[in-house]
Every structure is written in structure tokens, then in C-alpha cells.
């Protein structure tokens, strides 16, 4: 007898290991219908995806293979294009849709998505070229928590039904999409853990670094991403080093970002041994997580990673952070969406220099949550107002009542000046930002300041 309902493909884009696990854990907890086909779309949006391994080349890998009907690759389908700066243009969407139906052998399917990071390619480009298709976002790291990095099409934002995301900050409601009425729904910890733990099983022997358990410290390669220079980042992990033997620490492992200048390693091993402590370096392409479960580290060290939330919530481990409040002051734009992962992570984990708050460090408590909640409503206002002005009154309640010596870091006073928010320079000095010779005179005295 013929079919008389159309075949349902599900396709889940996925552009790192940490994105693909969350989505198998979420197939695993059963938060997507059954459907006749599930593919998985790899994409590799390194700047140089040419010489950086892909996600279906990673380690472990093939635990999560298993869970799909066929695993695609977006890079090759829109040779030479890079994903991150491909997208059709308008008139060009139906033919693109043909296309990609003949070569992926979907058909007439009844074709449904779930990506990543819905507001930029190539999962806009993706959804752009399946029109009307319904779109679940799944979060992959703490940006969730914060709002929409750009203004989304509601052609695309209105078939979004929800988001889903791990639950880092037990208590935390993510951001991300609310403007749409999107709900979010948590991926069960424990269905993460499951995947992470067969990833795990692939790694083979730890790795020896002696009996005591190390400081693991985590680098970001935050120069690329323009935020710190090569010499500040370099000193950044310095820093690491040195204020994380003087917390007693002798054996500390190093788990550079795989695009990272290897001579940082080699300073950081011989810093190392000037201070009388041995540091190993992790030299291949593994998960933080799987590294967290295999070495089950003393301390985890980082600046805003998303992992040092998922060492305190999900494996108990205790962890300090570094750097962040160096980071928050030279970020820019305001807008800049790595502004909620620091702020998160400034606010709620203790100072890698202050040896009382790592040792005395605890989970946050519903309190501390509800603070945090309110003090990231305030920032993703301040980000993004045109796509929340609703958040205006909330923002304004905040800073009116607690903006002061230690909450100025995650504002600019320009920032509230200009949305006209409490802490906003005085109507009688709004001169100064415009006039020539006060800033000049400003540059030099920092300058100054600085030598």
C-alpha cells in the first residue's frame, strides 16, 4: 500500500563536539519526535577549515555517529564558500532548496532542523533555504543566557519553537530567543554525562601526571577573537601559572585551544619549572569534559569558558577563574555576545588570586541566582534595547539600586549614557565624549597612568 504521509528528515547541524554531544544527549532523553531520518550536518567554521580537524574527525567521534542515518558536510556543499560568510541571496533560495533536496537525497520529506546559533551563518543560511521548516535551537555554552546577538528575520524566528540547553546555572532561565516567545527546555545532566562518558571510552590511557591530582587550566586563544592581544593572552596564561602554584599546586596540566601558537606551551612549561612545579600540556583535540572525568583535575582555571561551569555543575570539581575582570574592561562593542559568558562567570566563580574564595568557593544558591538573574537582565538590555525594550524597567530598577563599586565592571558609562539609564553622565558634562580636546587630554593621561 503507498505511503500517504511524506517521509520526516530531521537534519541537526553541528559545528563542534561539545554542540554534537549535547544534541545526542538530547535524542537520548527523547526531546525529539521519531522521524524516518535523522542526518547530522557537520560544518567547520574555522578560519582556516582547511587545515583544522572537522567535528567528524575528532576523537569520539564515532560514539556519536551511531545515533544518525548518514552524517553530511556543510563545507563540501557549498564549496569554496566559508559557512560563516556564505548565505543565499533571496532569488536564490528556491533553486538552493532544489538542490540540496537532489543532493542529499530528501525529496518531498517533511524536512525538520535543529541548529546552533541561529542568528548567524550557516545555521541562518540553512534555515534561509528550507523556508517554513520548523526549527528547534539547541545552546551549546553560556551564551544562552544572554540575548539575541542580532536582530532575527521573523520569517526565521517565528518557526522557532524552542530552545534547548544544559543546564549550567541550575536556576538560570536563558535569554536567548525570548523576544520570539521561544521556550527553553533543559538536556537532562544526566543524559549529557552518558555521551561525555562514552566519549571518554575512546581517549584510551590518561595521561600520566603523577599521583596527585593537577590544575588543569584551560586557554581560549582569545586573540583570535580580538578581544586580547598575543602578548596579553600570553600573559593571561602566565598568570595561570603562577598564581595557581602559588596556591600549592606542583602539577598542572595546560589544554590550549587547538588553533593556539605552540611557543605559549613551551613559556608556559618553563615558568613552570622556574616556580618548582611540572605543567604537561594536552597536545591533542579532546573535550575539556572528557578531560574532567579522566583526570578528575584539583582545580580547573580558565577566563569565561563555558567549561569551568560545566567542571562546578555537572563534576563537582572545584574551579577559579582569571582574568575576567581585564577582559570585561577592554571588551567592545558593548554588544559583543562574550560579554553574558564573562559576566556569568565573574560574578559567580571565585578569583584565582584570592586563595580564601577558591578554597571557600560553593554553589551558587537560589539567591545568588535570582541576583544574577537580575544583574544579566540589566546587561542584555544594555546590549541589545531595540530587541528587548521590554526589559527596560527592570534594567533601569537595577542599576538605580545597585550599580556601584563592584557592579560598574560589567557597565560603560557611554553605554548607559546613551540609552539614557541610570548611572548616565550628567546632562551637564555630555559635552566631554564629543569634545576633542578633553579626550585628548584623556588618552594622554592614561597613557601616563600606564607607564
Known sequence: MPRTTPRTTQIFCASTLYGAATVAAALDAGLFEPADRRLLLVTNNAANPEVTPSVDAMPGFG????RFDGVLSWNETIAPFHPS???PRPDDVPLWERHLRLLWGLGDDEVRLAVESIQVNPSLALCQLFPGTAVDVYADGLMSYGPTRDKIDPLVGTRIGRVLHLDLVPGLRPLLLTEFGVAPEVVPTGAFLKVLGELAEEEGEPEDVGEEPPALLLGQYLSALGILTAA??????LR???E??????RRLVFKPHPMAPAGWSRLLEEEA????ARLTVLDRPVLAEVVFQRMRPALVVGCFSTALLTAATF???PVARAGTETVLARLAPYQNSNRVPLTIVDALLPDLADASAVTGWRPPTPERVAELTTLLTAVGFAMQP???PRLRPEAEGYLAEHLGPHTWRYFKRRRLTALALPGALPAQLSFIPRNATVRRIARRARALARR
Open 386 to 388: 531595540r530587541i528587548y
Open 244 to 249: 595557581s602554584v602559588a596556591l600549592g599546586h
Open 232 to 237: 596579553q593572552e600570553e600573559e593571561l596564561h
Open 240 to 242: 595561570m601559572v603562577r
Open 273 to 276: 619549572g622556574r616556580l618548582g
Open 85 to 87: 560568510g556564505w548565505g
Open 63 to 66: 560514539r556519536i555517529r551511531d
Open 315 to 317: 563534576y563537582g570539581l
